[in-house]
C-alpha cells in the first residue's frame, strides 16, 4: 500500500521559486547511482511524474511545512549510494519501530523505521569499482520518518532501535567494524565423494606430505 508524502515545490522548480510551498505526492520508486545520494520517484495530483529527488525533498503528510526544519541533504543521509544495484527491504522485526540516529550535526534525532535500501554487485563478470562487497566498507540505509517530519537514510552504526520487548540494555556498543570475508567453500579440507549418489558422503581432504603450499604434489627428483 503506497502512503501519501509532501514534496517541497521548489524542487520541482530546480531550487529557484516556490520556496515554502509543499503538494501530496506518492514516492513510488528509487534509482541509486554510485557516488550520489539515494533519488526517489514520485507522482504528484496532477498525475506528473517527477523523478530523481533526494530525500530533503520530502517531508511527512500533515506537517506544515513552515514547522519542519530544513536539515542539509547530507545531514538526513550519511553516505551516497555504494552501487547501481539496489535492494529494498522492510524486515518485520523493523517495520513501525522506534529508534534514534546520531547525526553528524551532534545531535540524536529520533523517528520510526519505513524499509531499508542495502546495495550488492550483480555479479564477477562485471567490473566492480564499487564498495558494496568489501566488508569494512559496507553500509545499508534505513528509511526513517523522523518526529520532526523529515525523513532520514542511515546505517546502522548510527542507529540504536528501541524494541520495548527484547532492547532492555541502555548502551553504545564498543563493537569493531568487520574486516572477514566468509565463505564455507574455500578451506580446501573437504570435498564431496566422486559418485552418483543423491545422498553423496563428504570426505576430509588430508594434504600429502608431498604437497607443497600450492596443493601440487612434487617429484621424488625434484
Same mark, same amino acid.
Request: negative net charge.
Given at each position: 500500500?503506497?502512503?501519501?508524502?509532501? @514534496?517541497?515545490?521548489?524542487?520541482?522548480?530546480?531550487?529557484?521559486?516556490?520556496?515554502?510551498? /509543499?503538494?501530496?505526492?506518492? @514516492?513510488?520508486?528509487?534509482?541509486?547511482?554510485?557516488?550520489?545520494?539515494?533519488?526517489?520517484?514520485?507522482?504528484?495530483?496532477?498525475?506528473?511524474?517527477?523523478?530523481?529527488?533526494?530525500?530533503?525533498? #520530502?517531508?511527512?503528510?500533515? #506537517?506544515?511545512?513552515?514547522? *519542519?526544519?530544513?536539515?542539509?541533504?547530507?545531514?538526513?543521509?550519511?553516505?551516497?549510494?555504494?552501487?547501481?544495484?539496489?535492494?529494498?527491504?522492510?524486515? +518485520?522485526?523493523?517495520?513501525?519501530?522506534?529508534?534514534?540516529? #546520531?547525526?553528524?550535526?551532534?545531535? /540524536?534525532?529520533?523517528?520510526?523505521?519505513?524499509?531499508?535500501? +542495502? %546495495?550488492?554487485?550483480?555479479?564477477?563478470? $562485471?567490473?566492480?569499482?564499487?564498495?558494496?562487497?568489501?566488508?569494512?566498507?559496507?553500509?545499508?540505509?534505513?528509511?526513517?520518518a523522523l518526529d520532526d517530519g523529515n525523513y532520514a537514510a542511515q546505517?546502522?552504526?548510527? $542507529?540504536?532501535? +528501541?524494541?520495548?520487548? #527484547?532492547?532492555?540494555?541502555?548502551?553504545?556498543?564498543?563493537? =569493531? *567494524?568487520?574486516?572477514?570475508? %566468509?565463505? *564455507?567453500?574455500d578451506s580446501g579440507k573437504w570435498r564431496t565423494e566422486d559418485s552418483?549418489?543423491?545422498?553423496?558422503?563428504?570426505?576430509?581432504?588430508?594434504?600429502?606430505? =608431498?604437497?607443497?603450499? %600450492?596443493?601440487?604434489? =612434487?617429484?621424488?627428483?625434484?
Open positions: 500500500m503506497y502512503k501519501r508524502q509532501q @514534496i517541497r515545490r521548489e524542487y520541482l522548480y530546480d531550487l529557484k521559486k516556490h520556496h515554502g510551498e /509543499v503538494e501530496d505526492c506518492i @514516492i513510488f520508486g528509487l534509482a541509486a547511482i554510485t557516488g550520489r545520494p539515494i533519488l526517489f520517484h514520485a507522482i504528484m495530483e496532477n498525475g506528473a511524474i517527477f523523478y530523481r529527488l533526494p530525500i530533503s525533498a #520530502f517531508i511527512q503528510r500533515g #506537517f506544515q511545512p513552515e514547522t *519542519v526544519p530544513h536539515q542539509r541533504l547530507d545531514e538526513l543521509q550519511l553516505w551516497n549510494c555504494f552501487s547501481y544495484y539496489p535492494a529494498v527491504t522492510t524486515y +518485520d522485526l523493523l517495520e513501525g519501530q522506534p529508534g534514534k540516529y #546520531f547525526g553528524k550535526d551532534k545531535k /540524536v534525532h529520533h523517528g520510526k523505521y519505513l524499509f531499508t535500501v +542495502d %546495495w550488492a554487485h550483480p555479479e564477477s563478470n $562485471i567490473v566492480d569499482t564499487d564498495h558494496s562487497e568489501i566488508p569494512h566498507e559496507h553500509k545499508c540505509a534505513h528509511i526513517m546505517p546502522n552504526n548510527r $542507529i540504536i532501535w +528501541d524494541i520495548p520487548s #527484547f532492547t532492555v540494555k541502555d548502551e553504545i556498543p564498543d563493537w =569493531k *567494524v568487520q574486516t572477514s570475508e %566468509w565463505n *564455507v567453500e552418483d549418489k543423491f545422498f553423496y558422503d563428504i570426505e576430509e581432504t588430508k594434504p600429502s606430505n =608431498k604437497e607443497n603450499s %600450492w596443493g601440487i604434489v =612434487k617429484e621424488k627428483n625434484e
